[in-house]
């Protein structure tokens, strides 16, 4: 992750002619800063779902699933809108389904397209987990910003993501 | 990771009295694109370090390895620093030894300590990978503030990355 400038001697080979442009110490800060809130606050929000026995990556297919036509989706349609490797998707499914959070079945008339399902209990543990959830984003991150702070985080943050959507599109 | 208002119907029925505090629109912008963008920029990066042969996370150790004293550190410190459960993070550093990047050895006369070193190719590796890694933070994040936003987010991210790290402390 360190982006900051190394030791003269540490000029790549690789690059002779090209000046590696290093962060400097206000970019590097900020860096560091973004990285670290993602990754604690992943941690800290995993943690505060465990008593309902949900992995993060669960609540947010549940989300998903709960908002879409049916709550169901198709495997390949959750794995864009989860950012995940279809791989990876399919064993969480795997567990979920096992918990009886989802179901996962063939779409008559759609010979394609395996379906995720969300179940009754699925839907049940959204409602259930929802409340102690946006309680945990607020107390972590939410209110720990003013609103003119969180107006301005959207301005600049907004743009990057429509950038990386983007990239990830032509992936 | 969704926390906005659903329907009126459903109020969750465990917490009768106390209302949930669902995110605004305002709110849930800002948290949606922080979400995003840590997700996507996380993929990007990787995706980006792929010709390297190295995952995100691999990076991210050898730079903690590269920065440590001795270019070494003891596996339980490792986690902490990066933030993974030492199981993870084991299996981790066992791909990262098959690669000649690290190597795990007991530390003399330290019983207690299975430790990690960064080893010469590991090092090289680094060496060799930085510049790329910093050109694409700058394409996907850095250089897509003013130099007033990545002040203003520092200032905002900083004290939430401390609690954070508070809490995880106390974990």
């Given at each position: 992750m360190d982006t900051h400038t190394p030791d003269a001697a540490d000029v790549s080979p690789?690059?002779?002619?090209?000046e590696t442009p290093w962060l400097s110490a206000r970019e590097q800060r900020m860096w560091r800063a973004h990285l670290e809130v993602a990754k604690l606050l992943d941690y800290q929000l995993g943690r505060e779902?465990?008593?309902h026995s949900l992995a993060i990556n669960d609540y947010e297919i549940l989300?998903?699933?709960s908002e879409a036509p049916e709550r169901r989706m198709r495997m390949t349609d959750l794995a864009?809108?989860?950012l995940q490797s279809k791989s990876r998707l399919s064993h969480q499914i795997t567990r979920m389904e096992t918990a009886g959070l989802v179901l996962r079945q063939e779409c008559p008339g759609d010979r394609r397209g395996l379906y995720a399902h969300l179940t009754?209990?699925?839907w049940a543990t959204m409602q259930k987990v929802a409340p102690d959830h946006v309680r945990s984003v607020r107390a972590h991150f939410i209110d720990r910003f003013t609103p003119e702070?969180?107006?301005?985080m959207y301005e600049?943050?907004?743009?990057?993501?429509?950038?990386l959507r983007g990239l990830r599109g032509r992936a």
């Open positions: 690789s690059e002779p002619e090209e779902l465990q008593p989300v998903v699933l864009t809108a989860t009754e209990h699925g702070q969180l107006d301005a600049a943050l907004a743009p990057v993501a429509e950038h």
